[in-house]
Protein backbone atom coordinates (compact mmCIF):
# COMPACT_ATOMS: atom_id res chain seq x y z
CA UNK A 1 0.00 0.00 0.00
CA UNK A 2 1.46 3.45 -0.65
CA UNK A 3 1.83 5.69 1.97
CA UNK A 4 -0.27 9.25 1.23
CA UNK A 5 1.12 12.45 2.44
CA UNK A 6 -1.14 15.33 2.70
CA UNK A 7 -3.73 13.45 0.54
CA UNK A 8 -1.50 14.08 -2.70
CA UNK A 9 -0.50 11.81 -5.18
CA UNK A 10 3.35 11.01 -6.12
CA UNK A 11 3.12 13.26 -8.87
CA UNK A 12 1.45 16.12 -7.21
CA UNK A 13 4.20 15.48 -4.38
CA UNK A 14 6.62 15.33 -6.61
CA UNK A 15 5.54 18.53 -8.65
CA UNK A 16 5.71 20.48 -5.02
CA UNK A 17 9.46 19.97 -5.29
CA UNK A 18 10.47 21.04 -8.23
CA UNK A 19 12.71 24.17 -8.96
CA UNK A 20 11.97 26.17 -12.23
CA UNK A 21 13.68 28.96 -13.76
CA UNK A 22 16.89 26.92 -11.81
CA UNK A 23 19.45 24.01 -13.20
CA UNK A 24 22.22 22.18 -12.06
CA UNK A 25 25.65 22.42 -14.06
CA UNK A 26 26.26 19.81 -16.26
CA UNK A 27 29.66 19.47 -14.82
CA UNK A 28 29.83 16.17 -13.43
CA UNK A 29 33.01 17.23 -10.28
CA UNK A 30 30.71 20.51 -10.00
CA UNK A 31 26.97 19.47 -10.13
CA UNK A 32 25.86 23.13 -8.27
CA UNK A 33 22.34 24.85 -9.08
CA UNK A 34 22.26 28.18 -10.49
CA UNK A 35 19.71 30.64 -12.06
CA UNK A 36 20.12 32.25 -14.73
CA UNK A 37 19.51 36.01 -15.50
CA UNK A 38 16.17 36.61 -17.70
CA UNK A 39 16.45 35.91 -21.18
CA UNK A 40 20.04 35.48 -20.84
CA UNK A 41 21.65 33.21 -23.90
CA UNK A 42 24.51 31.84 -21.70
CA UNK A 43 24.90 31.40 -18.00
CA UNK A 44 27.97 30.67 -16.02
CA UNK A 45 28.64 27.85 -12.98
CA UNK A 46 29.14 30.44 -9.69
CA UNK A 47 30.79 27.30 -8.20
CA UNK A 48 33.40 25.60 -11.26
CA UNK A 49 33.28 28.71 -14.22
CA UNK A 50 31.80 26.37 -16.83
CA UNK A 51 29.73 28.30 -18.99
CA UNK A 52 26.43 27.08 -20.80
CA UNK A 53 24.15 27.99 -23.55
CA UNK A 54 20.20 28.41 -22.90
CA UNK A 55 16.89 28.28 -24.03
CA UNK A 56 13.97 30.04 -22.89
CA UNK A 57 11.22 27.62 -23.12
CA UNK A 58 9.32 29.91 -21.23
CA UNK A 59 10.17 33.76 -20.22
CA UNK A 60 10.27 31.86 -16.89
CA UNK A 61 11.68 28.03 -17.79
CA UNK A 62 15.44 28.04 -18.93
CA UNK A 63 16.86 24.54 -20.41
CA UNK A 64 20.28 23.93 -20.88
CA UNK A 65 21.21 23.73 -24.60
CA UNK A 66 24.77 22.83 -24.15
CA UNK A 67 28.48 24.21 -23.36
CA UNK A 68 30.27 27.17 -24.87
CA UNK A 69 32.92 24.60 -25.62
CA UNK A 70 35.43 27.53 -26.29
CA UNK A 71 35.33 28.94 -22.41
CA UNK A 72 35.07 25.16 -21.19
CA UNK A 73 38.52 23.89 -23.43
CA UNK A 74 40.41 26.90 -21.61
CA UNK A 75 39.36 25.89 -18.42
CA UNK A 76 39.71 21.80 -18.54
CA UNK A 77 43.81 22.60 -20.66
CA UNK A 78 44.38 25.19 -17.16
CA UNK A 79 42.91 22.31 -14.77
CA UNK A 80 45.50 19.72 -16.79
CA UNK A 81 48.61 22.23 -16.75
CA UNK A 82 47.86 22.24 -12.63
CA UNK A 83 47.62 19.03 -12.57
CA UNK A 84 50.93 18.21 -14.94
CA UNK A 85 52.93 21.21 -12.76
CA UNK A 86 52.02 19.76 -9.57
CA UNK A 87 53.10 16.10 -10.83
CA UNK A 88 56.43 17.03 -12.01
CA UNK A 89 57.00 18.95 -8.82
CA UNK A 90 56.03 15.84 -6.52
CA UNK A 91 58.67 14.38 -9.06
CA UNK A 92 61.38 16.65 -8.61
CA UNK A 93 61.09 16.93 -5.04
CA UNK A 94 62.47 13.45 -3.94
CA UNK A 95 65.39 14.02 -6.56
CA UNK A 96 66.50 16.89 -4.34
CA UNK A 97 66.67 15.32 -1.19
CA UNK A 98 69.23 13.27 -2.22
Not at 41 to 67: L, N, Q, S, Y
Request: contains cysteine.
Amino acid sequence: MAIEREGLSGAESLAKTRTYGKFRCHNPSCMGRFQPEPGAKRVKCPACGMEFRVHWIRPDFPRIRGPVWDVNRKIAQEALAALEAKKSAAKAAPKEEK
